[in-house]
T-cell receptor
Framework: AQSVAQPEDQVNVAEGNPLTVKCTYS??????LFWYVQYPNRGLQFLLK??????LVKGSYGFEAEFNKSQTSFHLKKPSALVSDSALYFC????????????FGGGTRLMVKP | DTAVSQTPKYLVTQMGNDKSIKCEQN?????MYWYKQDSKKFLKIMFS???????INETVPNRFSPKSPDKAHLNLHINSLELGDSAVYFC????????????????FGSGTRLTVV
């Protein structure tokens, strides 16, 4: 079985400050990791993914995430937060040779204040 | 040019009614999904279809019946609606065909907010 944990229900950060949204996973085999963002009354939008290669992955809107195999983590980061980044963020995991069955974390609400 | 489109966007209905939600994707993807997002925003897979065939059917009441007339469409029919069915239902599609690669993420529709009164 595979699972994802997002330990923080909400993250608050001031505009211009760096932000981190945490994600840890549990999977057998090689993980494929994803971040999605959900704005109010919208569907989930793909931000970035890690499949293989460099541990630091860059994605849309200036976001990046770092894959850490030893800590089984895939934290989402941004050097300078914008008010418009306020949304719900979901981490998801799949694994190789398992079909395309994404398991999502419970989501973290990011609030960026001016 | 919406990639994954769901209709209706909002659905308010009385308990006991039967309703359907439609989903269409124009991405040429092989696999389509239905997810339920509850009031706490938790996303739970309900069904997955690959080329019109059911490949995942999680523990969902049999009042929920998916139908895939072709690989571009996956509709969700719900019988005898209950208050607990109130949620946002998301359709999604992926390029992966169940061959085990799993490297592709999903493209989501914008959701259908179902309210049962």
């Amino acid at each position: 079985a595979q699972s994802v944990a997002q330990p923080e229900d909400q993250v608050n950060v001031a505009e211009g400050n760096p932000l981190t949204v945490k994600c840890t996973y549990s999977v057998s085999g090689n993980p494929y990791l994803f971040w999605y963002v959900q704005y109010p009354n919208r569907g989930l939008q793909f931000l970035l993914k890690y499949i293989t290669g460099d541990n630091l992955v860059k994605g849309s809107y200036g976001f990046e995430a770092e894959f850490n195999k030893s800590q089984t983590s895939f934290h989402l980061k941004k050097p300078s937060a914008l008010v418009s980044d306020s949304a719900l963020y979901f981490c998801a995991v799949n694994r190789d040779n398992a079909g395309n069955m994404l398991t999502f974390g419970g989501g973290t609400r990011l609030m960026v204040k001016p | 040019d919406t990639a994954v489109s769901q209709t209706p966007k909002y659905l308010v209905t009385q308990m006991g009614n039967d309703k359907s939600i439609k989903c269409e994707q124009n991405l040429g993807h092989d696999t389509m999904y239905w997810y339920k997002q509850d009031s706490k925003k938790f996303l739970k897979i309900m069904f997955s279809y690959n080329n019109k065939e059911l490949i995942i059917n999680e523990t969902v009441p049999n009042r929920f019946s998916p139908k895939s007339p072709d690989k571009a469409h996956l509709n969700l029919h719900i019988n005898s609606l209950e208050l607990g069915d109130s949620a946002v239902y998301f359709c999604a599609s992926s390029q992966d065909s169940g061959s085990g690669q799993g490297i592709y993420g999903y493209t989501f529709g914008s959701g259908t907010r179902l309210t049962v009164v």
